[in-house]
């Protein structure tokens, strides 16, 4: 298949956070009776709304007499305006119990709501309207100001805050979606590792629904010490030779935290689609640690909340010829950078074909 320059480079998949700045999981509290949190979204796609899904994190003092409901923002505020998308669009018997810490929360809408693609909603959590709750819902906080999605809490009135409310939709056929700018992971994670370690490379199992140039890789790291970034051929999960690799020195870099780290390999790789292959880092030394970031989710039908699906998965082995194990629920922060996609010849800078691409 001809592919065609598209004169720059896109991430695949796209990364749920802002590509600087550091981040983390600050929940946002509701803390006496009649307060509110939202988070203001778009509609990933266009279909009929059944459930919406948050994640709390500790729960010291629950209450069965919470809600949740959708509400439209008002174009003045940005905030939500108190009145439902739609009649029915809310869960007025919503239970968050003291034993849910960090769990994901389902809430059914007494009248599924048909959206619109790009839809803008506000998705408002109201504490119970008497008694001391102690209820944290997750937010998702990046310090490189990221303008949406974001946040409120309303302790008497309605205020923004940065941050994102972790929520997704569930449609009335079991479907999801990737809300952008959103994750709803169990918790951020880094592994830290070196190459003693026994398990010593990381990384994402995935394919795409098309062809492409991949002309490197990138991954969301603290790179204290030395690593390969290498792509495979993964049918199985045998070990095969890379492809491609760009060796990661840790000294070549201006931070000393965990960032967002691209790099183009010398050789890019024609990556054909439906086919399975590998992106790890493979840590080469031992004297610091490699730390990448990931989380999970609680089923494979919600791995459809991130970008990519379930088509792009944690991948982890030990040594350069070791068997991979594959866990199909969970994700490392890194992927690919592709330079070409299926067009027309002559498209700009001109285009690749199969032969050349693979060398």
């Known amino acids: 298949m001809s592919l065609v320059n598209i004169n720059g480079l896109i991430p695949w998949p796209m990364p749920p956070f802002g590509l600087a700045g550091s981040y983390s999981m600050t929940p946002t509290t509701i803390g006496a009776a009649n307060e509110m949190v939202a988070g203001m979204v778009q509609a990933p796609k266009a279909g009929t709304i059944s459930k919406v899904i948050f994640r709390t994190r500790t729960v010291a003092t629950g209450d069965a007499n919470c809600a949740m409901r959708l509400e439209v923002i008002d174009p003045a505020t940005g905030l939500p305006d108190g009145n439902l998308v739609a009649a029915g669009a809310e869960d007025t018997v919503l239970d968050i119990d003291s034993a ?14 048909v959206c619109t693609h790009g839809e803008l909603i506000a998705v408002v959590i109201l504490g119970p309207t008497s008694g001391t709750p102690d209820i944290d819902i997750a937010r998702f906080t990046e310090s490189s100001g990221v303008d949406f999605p974001y946040s409120g809490i309303n302790s008497g009135g ?3 805050s940065i941050g994102k409310l972790m929520v997704a939709f569930e449609y009335s056929d079991g479907s999801y979606a990737p809300t952008f700018g959103m994750t709803i992971f169990e918790g ?33 790291i603290d790179a204290d010490g030395d690593f390969d970034g290498k792509l495979y051929l993964a049918p199985t999960t045998a070990s095969t030779s890379p492809l491609a690799t760009f060796s990661f020195d840790k000294d070549i870099r201006e931070g000393s935290g965990g960032e967002f780290r691209p790099a183009l390999f010398t050789t890019p790789v024609y990556l054909s689609a439906n086919v399975w292959y590998r992106i790890g880092a493979y840590a080469t030394g031992t004297a610091a640690n490699v730390g990448i970031t990931g989380g999970g989710v609680d089923t494979v039908a ?45 498209g700009i800078g001109g285009g690749f074909n199969r032969g050349f691409a693979n060398g």
């Open 100 to 113: 849910d810490d960090n769990a994901l929360i389902t809430s059914p809408l007494a009248t599924p709501y």
């Open 158 to 160: 309605w205020t923004k």
């Open 188 to 220: 951020f994670a880094t592994i830290q590792y070196d190459n003693a370690d026994s398990l010593n490379e990381y990384g994402n199992r995935f394919r795409l629904p098309f062809d492409c140039l991949c002309a490197g890789c990138w991954f969301w």
């Open 302 to 346: 919600q791995m459809d909340w991130l970008s990519g699906g379930a088509d792009i998965h944690r991948t982890d082995r030990s040594g350069t010829t070791g068997t991979w194990n594959d866990t199909t629920t969970a994700r490392v922060m890194c992927g690919i950078m592709i330079s070409q996609i299926p067009g027309s010849a002559g």
